[in-house]
């Protein structure tokens, strides 16, 4: 039996011997899997979110005997709620909704994926052809869809982006549509209800990989800079053991016999290097900054706008 193997056991044993409810729902076993649920950034559905994380989850399973029950949450709130309710073991997030549940301290980090060496990512905004629109500056007077206001590359970063360009989003923009993912919000746009939208490149590039919108018909008006990477995020009620067993499963799932280069897979279902269980909060300072800069009265009015 492999050193992991014999930790898994080893804690699947203290765990279960721990009293309390937490316990008696999840100790990693086939009959009660670890808990994950997973933001909706692209539409959370079976084909989309969910399917985009098995793969490596799956990877996990296979080499350490650590079971998993992953579901997709209805809003990016409901992901937060539900692991500051022990409602769930395991959580991915981005940085704007990882971070309320860190504070609460309901939350702390497990691991981000890597790719080129990378653990970042970008925001877009983007817009159609024929809408006249060049650059973030000329959203003035156009319509526009933004995802979850607790996503990170769907709210926050783009909202940020048109700060930064002079324009008032709230007063600017003629009409806002708040659609509840990125994938959502694309899809606005990509049926002429929108002129534009925000949401990860990531997303923008599976939604054309899949055929679901044309990159002909539309240009990119706005790039964000580097955003640290969505995380897998646990609960702070997790016991130390479990912890360290489940960093240790995603520190090396990528080295494991049996465990394919095509089941590393992160944020929109792309093939990625591996994943790092060794971050620390200080990744997420780039955006802290970001996020202060969009002040509560800000998304609260925007939101307001979206609903009128």
């Known amino acids: 039996m492999s050193l992991l193997k014999t930790l898994v056991v080893a804690t699947a044993a203290t765990f279960i011997s721990i009293t309390g409810a937490l316990a008696q729902q999840a100790d990693g076993s086939a009959a009660n899997p670890y808990r994950v649920m997973l933001v909706p950034a692209d539409g959370g559905t079976e084909d989309g979110t969910k399917a985009d994380f098995k793969p490596v989850f799956d990877a996990v399973t296979q080499t350490t005997g650590i079971h998993f029950d992953i579901k997709v949450g209805q809003t990016y709130a409901t992901v937060i709620e539900a692991i500051c309710s022990d409602v769930v073991e395991i959580a991915w997030f981005g940085a704007a909704s990882y971070l309320p549940a860190q504070q609460r301290g309901c939350a702390e980090l497990l691991a981000v994926d890597v790719h080129h060496g990378s653990s970042t990512y970008f925001s877009g905004i983007y817009a159609r052809k024929d809408s006249g629109i060049a650059a973030v500056a000329d959203l003035r007077g156009h319509s526009m869809a933004f995802g979850d206001a607790n996503s990170t590359s769907s709210f926050v970063y783009p909202v940020a982006m048109i700060v930064t360009a002079g324009l008032d989003p ?96 992160g944020y929109g279902g792309k093939q990625v290097d591996r994943y790092d269980a060794n971050i620390t909060d200080d990744m997420l300072a780039p955006a802290l900054v970001v996020l202060s800069g969009v002040s509560g009265d800000l998304r609260d009015a925007i939101i307001a706008k979206a609903g009128n």
């Open 170 to 265: 709230v007063n600017d923009l003629s009409a806002i549509r708040m659609t509840g993912s990125h994938a959502n919000s694309l899809k606005a746009m990509a049926e002429g209800q929108v002129d534009a939208a925000a949401a990860s490149f990531d997303s923008f590039e599976k939604a054309i990989n899949a055929g679901e919108i044309s990159v002909d018909d539309f240009v990119v008006v706005g790039k964000s800079d580097p955003i640290p990477n969505p995380p897998l995020a646990m609960s702070t009620d997790l016991p130390a053991e479990v912890k360290a067993a489940l960093r240790t499963a995603f520190n090396t799932v990528h080295e494991a016999a049996g465990v394919t280069p095509e089941m590393i897979r």
